[in-house]
């Protein structure tokens, strides 16, 4: 075989491989809003799993759960430029393989013209599609500089436009805005070997999912490290179910 087909070859099998996280291979996973609900879930999750994890926490003095998984606490308020800033310095130089944009929130008011209130509405925006657009571009040199070059932006099935039933002004154009971010995203990042990938959690008991949500968090984060697992280049740009269905958009 001409050496310029072996290359050929052998660059098929490289953007081919699957990011894996069932192996404990020393690789680094950043989650944000890691203080609690499925942040937490998942750093607990991949720390079991032998990870190095990386938990932000707007507050981490008051993180005490995130501190006794053992993971590196580092502040982050993802709508705060200076303090995305100051993550991207303070972890210069360090290669993280899977990048995990969980932060998130949910304003529950706002389901009528009448009570629609643009304030939030713009909070909602800051938090949930810029919020990962910044840590994504801040972060971009150590996600170049890992192996896995994956990058997981937590979405809801509530930003699915075919899906919509209406209501939740502000989180759901949020979410829908985020579907599109990460499909910009992977485009241009694509050629560069990442996976880019939106991930509806399903409804989940946390603070923000509520008691009668159908999922454990347990349930949940394994279902997505399932996900996570068998990602592959082909995956990029797509919407994921915790379960690893494809999600209309
Ligand atoms: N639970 C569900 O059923 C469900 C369903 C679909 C999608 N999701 C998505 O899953 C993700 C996690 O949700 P969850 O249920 O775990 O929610 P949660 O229990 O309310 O936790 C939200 C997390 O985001 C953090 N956060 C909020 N605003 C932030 C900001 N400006 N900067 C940095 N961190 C911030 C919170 O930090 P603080 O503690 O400082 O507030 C907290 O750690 C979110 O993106 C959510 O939209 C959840």
Known sequence: MKTSRIFAFALTLIVSLPFTVSADDGRVV???GANRGIGLEFVQQLKAKGFDVIGTARSPAKATELKATGARVEQLDVTDAASVAALAQSLDGVAIDLLINNAGMLNREDSSLDTLDFDVMERSFQVNSLGPLRVTQ???PNLRAGEGKTIVNITSRLGSIELSTGGLYSYRTSKTALNQINKIVSSELASEGFTNIVMHPGWVRTDMGGAG??????????????????????????FFNYDGSELPW
């Open 30 to 32: 950043l989650v944000t």
């Open 213 to 238: 949500a159908t999922l454990s968090k347990t349930e949940s984060v394994s279902g997505m490290l399932g996900v996570i697992d068998n990602l592959t280049t082909d995956s990029n740009g797509k």
């Open 138 to 140: 801040a972060l971009l």
